[in-house]
């Protein structure tokens, strides 16, 4: 098979992987946004559709860090391997956009090409140095600090905005409820614009590493600018097209989120992904987010996280390697045996994608019924205007009641008198 056409096919499976990713990891910007009604649901994947692409564009030292540290230089792999790797990661992650679980897409990824490297070319294939620094580590530690952040923001912003009890039961005036909205729409923009600049650039590191393994870009880190347009817009896509079934899990099945804890969600998974971006770190973003969210449900006097679910999104998160790896490993065996291995993994990709999309017409989530289970999910932040109306309307109903108390009751004489 002519090298182009098969570069060509490995860049376009790349599209498509990028394209999972962004309606896979929707549900990390947008999910708790929506759960506490500070965004309407089509209004917050528009906003996380725009900020990735955004994103995208700021850095690229994940994308290098992929592209030089993943797969030991010298070694005589081509993009058919890549080939393999990304046929692991794109139907892991469909399998578990299909089960509603929040696993991890870059693990994904790591794992079909670790496994078809292993397929190829063995152990020496793999740096393993750099993939325990910069994937790893960063796997283990991150979800854990953004979990503690959230934890401790959470406790903080319910000790300055406590009220009584009454008072947060009525219509959320002067109790902070809405400004921690109004937070929530720059926080979850955060998170979007961070993830864009984490994953989408995965996406550009593997497109960067076929191109030089194909010999069809001099052996270094440098992205061009074309990898860099057509990955954003593959994640910004595929994030508009809304990962309904785990911003589900992630918004109602983790914990009961309120404004001040998905504020607090946010900026903890916004700053652990922006620092671990700056660094090069290839972590898992949707990790990172569903830390913080067990974290913010902890944080909050009453609340609790939903272990039963926590423990399956953990089990997924420890399968997520091995599957893809497993995978990848098959499909570059496959691979090997010439051009109609390639063909037949091609097919084979496509007919199990379109096999799961069908499945999951069975059991349609949209945004229509994303969170029916939510109490009060449907109460979608009020303008600042009807928040002053509905300040007025309640102190005008105060002051008739307490007028109303002043005002001296007529006697039993009086009213005989009158009756007469």
Known sequence: MDPILIVALVVGLALFFDFTNGFHDTANSSATAIATGALKPKTAVLIAAIMNFVGAFL?????????????????DIGPELVFAGLTGAILWNL???LLGLPSSSSHALFGGLVGAAL????????NFPAVLEKVVFPALFAPVIAGLAAFLATRIAYLMTARSQSSRKATGIGTGRSNFKVGQVFTSSLVALSHGTNDAQKTMGVITLVLVAAGLQPTGDHVEW???ISAATAIAVGTYMGGWRIIKTMGSGLAEIK???????????????????NLGFALSTTQVASGGVMGAGLGRKGGAVRWNKAGQV????????PAAGAVGALSAFLVMSGPFGIIADLILVVSVSIAIFQISRRNRINHSNVLSEVEGAS????????VRKAAAEAKKKASKKVTAKKAPKKSAATKSKGGK
Request: avoid cysteine.
């Open 59 to 75: 850095s690229t030292a994940v994308a290098k860090a992929i592209s030089v540290s993943l797969i030991n230089e010298g070694i």
């Open 95 to 97: 399998t578990t956009w």
């Open 119 to 126: 397929a190829f070319a063995g152990v020496a294939a793999i």
């Open 226 to 228: 074309w990898v860099i």
């Open 259 to 277: 404004p001040a804890q998905g504020l607090a969600a946010e900026v903890a998974t916004a700053s652990t992904i922006l620092a671990s971006s």
């Open 314 to 321: 953990v089990t997924g998160w420890l399968f997520t390697l």
């Open 379 to 386: 109460e979608v932040i009020a303008s600042p205007r009807q």
